[in-house]
T-cell receptor, first 114, second 110 residues
Framework: EAQVTQNPRYLITVTGKKLTVTCSQNMNHEYMSWYRQDPGLGLRQIYY???????DKGDVPEGYKVSRKEKRNFPLILESPSPNQTSLYFCASSLPGQGIYEQYFGPGTRLTVT | GQNIDQPTEMTATEGAIVQINCTYQTSGFNGLFWYQQHAGEAPTFLSY????GLEEKGRFSSFLSRSKGYSYLLLKELQMKDSASYLC???????????FGQGTELSVKP
């Protein structure tokens, strides 16, 4: 089944404790992206990757890191999480060769930082 | 600056037609997208417009006017399952950056 998977789905952590949210897609998509969704603010792009080893900042990259060492995986790293990073996070990928077109979203990761 | 505006909430009746508007001001333009998001779920793709005009897909249609920075999503023969948030998003010239509006919460009532 074609899908985007994220792990973990739910995470409660404490300020300053490094964490990684994994994202994997099995559709051979070149484009992948991370978003956060907050009430009243909608979806905001954190980082995106047009292909392996190519990553760029979205609108809200501060406090986050990403890497794209292989096509299928695009992990999101929070080196020192803070309470303002409490949010719902979505990973997405897009059809190959078309930049952003129809994006397929993962199920989301709900992160709480205390 | 970059800005995408859509109404926060709309209510419509089952079987009716509803139009959700989206206006945008972005530094570049490489296409406009509409996504549907049910409560507690991930967004799912509805439509993509890059040229002016109307794109029709079943009960859903999307319109784009690049000169006016304006799009709308038209939903016909509304069903209860259409109750969801509808997200308008614009891709900038770089092709990789995607800017979303805050979403329009649509409630369909019997």
């Amino acid at each position: 089944e074609a899908q985007v998977t994220q792990n973990p789905r739910y995470l409660i952590t404490v300020t300053g404790k490094k964490l990684t949210v994994t994202c994997s897609q099995n559709m051979n998509h070149e484009y992948m992206s991370w978003y956060r969704q907050d009430p009243g603010l909608g979806l905001r792009q954190i980082y995106y990757s047009m292909n392996v080893e190519v990553t760029d900042k979205g609108d809200v990259p501060e406090g986050y890191k990403v890497s794209r060492k292989e096509k299928r995986n695009f992990p999101l790293i929070l080196e020192s999480p803070s309470p303002n990073q409490t949010s719902l996070y979505f990973c997405a990928s897009s059809l190959p060769g078309q930049g952003i077109y129809e994006q397929y979203f993962g199920p989301g990761t709900r992160l709480t930082v205390t | 600056g970059q800005n995408i505006d859509q109404p926060t909430e709309m209510t419509a009746t089952e079987g009716a037609i509803v139009q959700i508007n989206c206006t945008y001001q972005t530094s570049g333009f490489n296409g406009l997208f509409w996504y549907q998001q049910h409560a507690g779920e991930a967004p799912t793709f509805l439509s993509y417009n890059v040229l002016d005009g109307l794109e029709e897909k079943g009960r859903f249609s999307s319109f784009l006017s690049r000169s006016k920075g304006y799009s709308y999503l038209l939903l016909k023969e509304l069903q209860m399952k259409d109750s969801a948030s509808y997200l308008c998003a614009v891709s900038d010239n770089q092709g990789g950056k995607l800017i979303f509006g805050q979403g329009t919460e649509l409630s369909v009532k019997p």
